[in-house]
């Protein structure tokens, strides 16, 4: 796959890091929101194996309230502008707003990541247009309901044929607006809209995503379906991260979306290893 010219293949596992500027994000909230540490961060994520950095300015977190567009641009551009020029990685933009995604691209973002699957008004033409104009693709995400009452009653009759329809349905309408299907991913949206059971059956089928021939992306570090099993708060759900992102990779993931690069590369190493002996 192409992001801005720079290709990716995704025989192994790649490893996106998060860099949220954000002060109320539910993991690391308040910890990188001046540009120098942001960029610090990404530095060292970079160095761990990272080949994506997912920049993000607004939480999207259970009950969390959305920012207005300057707010938002005011916390990513200075990020995505100095990673840029300082880096040499391809830059993600978590968002949903369409202005954010113009200005993030020519800020030097290479892949627009929407947890609300270009639903919002004008970000489906927006992210046509910069596929089609700048080269970058989108990953597209299911949620049921927003971020404000996702968690409240999610409900399914079927979690993942009914997630795979709505990709299928969403497919065409992207591909009709203009999108080239090697320009896009779909993440199945761990947490986002799901039961404990929804999450796990979700990752335990997995396959049957990647039976779409998408890249499909897995993002399910730190959050509730690890710490509710494991019975640990958010910085100390390591061990079942590890777990989580290993049963994604063996189970068809393509890009883990993870805060403790390092430690997910290593266990990706040992992935890879072991898929060698399958061929």
Known sequence: M?????????????????????????SDGGKFTSA???LKHALDMVNSGAT????????TRPGAKELSVQEELDRVLPVVELLNAELDT????????????????????????????????????????????????????????????MQEAPEYNDVVAEIVA????????????????????????????????????ILNHL????DLGLP???????????????NKPVDERLAGDIAASTIAAINGANIIRVHDVQQTADAMKIVQMVSKFNK
């Open 36 to 38: 120098s540490s942001a």
């Open 90 to 149: 391809i830059i993600s933009i978590d968002t949903s707003k369409p202005q954010v995604m113009l200005a993030a691209v020519e800020a030097g973002a290479s892949l627009i990541n929407d947890v609300r699957a270009l639903s919002v008004p004008n970000a489906l033409e927006t992210a046509a247009h910069l596929a089609k104009s700048h080269g970058v693709p989108s990953c597209i995400m299911h949620m049921q309901g927003s971020p404000q009452n």
């Open 166 to 201: 709505f990709f299928e349905k969403r497919l065409a309408q992207l591909i009709k607006a203009g999108f080239s299907s090697e320009q896009i991913i779909i993440d199945p949206g761990f947490g986002f809209g799901k039961t404990l059971g929804h999450n796990y059956a």
């Open 2 to 26: 192409l992001f801005k010219g720079t290709e990716i293949t995704f025989d192994s596992p790649q490893i996106m890091g998060i860099l949220n500027v954000t002060p109320d994000s539910f």
């Open 207 to 210: 396959r049957q995503f990647t």
């Open 52 to 59: 994506f950095i997912d920049v993000g300015g607004e939480s």
């Open 216 to 230: 499909v992306l897995a993002g399910m570090s730190r959050k509730s379906m690890i710490g509710n099993v494991i």
